[in-house]
């Protein structure tokens, strides 16, 4: 079966990034169409109170203000939906996940599409998934005090149903074996 892959690139800067350096190297064997990139440190638009009642709403009950507010967030859950394997290009910032990560985060926790709420609590609906996160950091080394960004992650990626997931970190320069790590945990097989 042929992997496809969502690309989420975060870090706000372009040249120079460790996060994006490191991920080219880790996809470039990949045939391009495999990958569906997103690049979330362009923008991606906080919610509105639209998308607060829209989301909580049947689809044919929606107004129009609804609709339009949920439209980014339909088309970043297809993507979602599409992909086997999701790799998340992210530095640390302020020691949790850059704000345009959380941001993508709030688009994509959908009640009834990619959660739903149970007797027993909420259950995650995307199936069979994995991610690899690649994480690129100052200080605030992995598990570290500091560290909100792998748990808050874990966390957000498990309500959802993702919850075979892989943090490496982005070394300052990476080795061939690094990067070899790295494609090895991305072409591992999926969780069933
Ligand atoms: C505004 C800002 C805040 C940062 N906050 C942290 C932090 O809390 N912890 C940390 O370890 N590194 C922090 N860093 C360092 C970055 O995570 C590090 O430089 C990383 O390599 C950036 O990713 P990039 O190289 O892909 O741009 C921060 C950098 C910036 C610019």
């Known amino acids: ?5 969502l690309r989420l690139d975060t870090s706000a800067r372009y040249e120079g990034s460790r996060s994006r350096q490191f991920t080219d190297a880790v996809l470039a064997g990949l045939p391009p169409t495999q990958i569906t990139t997103r690049d979330l440190a362009a923008g991606v638009p906080q919610i509105t109170e639209a998308f607060t009642t829209g989301t909580f709403k049947a689809p044919e009950d ?3 203000t609804e609709r ?5 967030s ?11 394997t999701l790799v998340i290009s992210m530095p640390t910032y302020n020691f949790n996940v850059p704000a345009s990560l959380k941001a993508w985060i709030d688009q994509v ?12 609590g909420p259950v995650g609906l995307l199936k069979g998934k994995s991610a ?33 997931v892989t943090f490496l970190d982005v070394p300052a320069e990476a080795s061939a074996a690094e990067i ?3 494609v090895s945990a991305l072409h591992r097989p999926l969780a069933a």
Not at 1 to 5: A, E
Not at 68 to 72: G, P
Not at 133 to 162: E, K, M, N, Q
Request: aromatic share 12%; net charge negative; glycine share 10%.
């Open 1 to 5: 079966m042929t992997q496809t892959i």
């Open 109 to 120: 926790c959908r009640a009834g599409v990619t959660f739903r709420y149970t007797e027993n």
């Open 132 to 164: 690899l996160v690649l994480r690129a950091f100052g200080g605030t080394t992995t598990g570290s005090a500091g560290d909100f960004a792998t748990p808050y992650l874990t966390f957000a990626l498990g309500f959802i149903g993702i919850t075979d």
């Open 68 to 72: 339009d507010a949920l439209a980014l």
């Open 74 to 84: 339909d088309e970043f859950v297809a993507e979602l939906q599409a992909a086997d």
């Open 62 to 64: 929606r107004s129009a």
């Open 180 to 182: 070899e790590a790295a």
